[in-house]
């Protein structure tokens, strides 16, 4: 669905991506890990034609992004940001509603199945409540899945998220992760997920690519690449230890004083 091949990026005169290869297949969550200030934000940005490629390509489907009209990536492929103030004073049912704005006609109004979209959205992140409050209004967790919420009213085949659960609480957390392996399991989307948390990534992503200083230092199943080693070599932190889930036996970490 997405493949990134020699994918270099970066801004003014740095480098931060240095030949990033990938793939992310129909039905699968791909979680990237990595410190601050690894690239992993402005990988989704590479991959989406935000930010101008220095190297390298990315096909979408079985053509080069460059090769496609911004409405039709967007048709494809939605983006839920890590950071986006929120500029007009719309209520979430409107703001969600811009998520289907790829597949309409200019200026054209709402259809039915438009609207069905975002009822759909609101309800997979539990904004329905919220439909009709202002998004000025809204807390950062609410404001977080209201994001969310417009991604998913896109409706498209690849979905794109950066740190999707960053402001939320442990409940709101747990839910938007398992949302995500529900899309993939029953509608073969395809999911990237940029995360911090590495328990919740491990617990839900089939794959992990793993990020250091603008390249990949390990990218494979869970308990493939979340080793000692690659902790050590990436985190630099001797307090942070390999340890299973005693629940699910998934692998996970913890912080050992």
């Avoid at 048709?75 to 929120?86: F, S």
């Avoid at 209201?146 to 991604?151: G, V």
Wanted: hydrophobic share 45%; with cysteine.
């Amino acid at each position: 669905m997405l493949q990134g091949r020699g994918v270099r990026a970066g801004y003014e005169a740095t480098d931060v991506l240095h030949g990033i290869d990938f793939a992310l297949h129909a039905g699968e969550v791909l979680g990237v890990v990595g410190p601050n200030g690894c690239g992993k934000s402005t990988l989704l940005r590479a991959v989406t034609g935000l930010l101008p490629l220095r190297g390298g390509e990315v096909i979408l489907g079985e053509e080069r992004l460059e090769n496609l009209p911004a409405m039709e990536r967007a048709r494809r492929c939605a983006v839920q940001p890590q950071v986006e103030a929120p500029l007009f004073d719309y209520t979430v049912g409107q703001f969600v509603l811009l998520g289907r704005h790829p597949h309409r006609a200019p200026l054209a109004l709402a259809t039915g199945e438009d609207r069905a979209a975002v009822s759909r959205a609101l309800s997979e992140t539990g904004m329905n409540g919220l439909r009709e409050r202002s998004i000025r209004a809204l807390s950062t967790g609410e404001w977080q899945r209201a994001l969310m919420a417009r991604a998913l009213a896109q409706e498209t085949p690849v979905l794109l998220l950066d740190e999707p659960a960053a402001h939320l609480d442990p409940g709101h957390r747990f839910a938007v992760h398992v949302l995500l392996r529900r899309l993939a399991r029953e509608q073969q989307r395809a999911v990237l997920c940029v995360s911090h948390d590495l328990n919740l990534a491990a617990e839900f992503c089939d794959r992990l690519m793993i990020l250091a200083s603008g390249r990949v230092r390990a990218l494979g199943r869970p308990e493939e690449v979340l080793t000692a080693e690659n902790l050590q070599a990436v985190f630099q932190c001797d307090a942070l230890r390999v340890a299973p889930n005693p629940f699910t036996g998934r692998p996970g970490t913890v912080f050992v004083p």
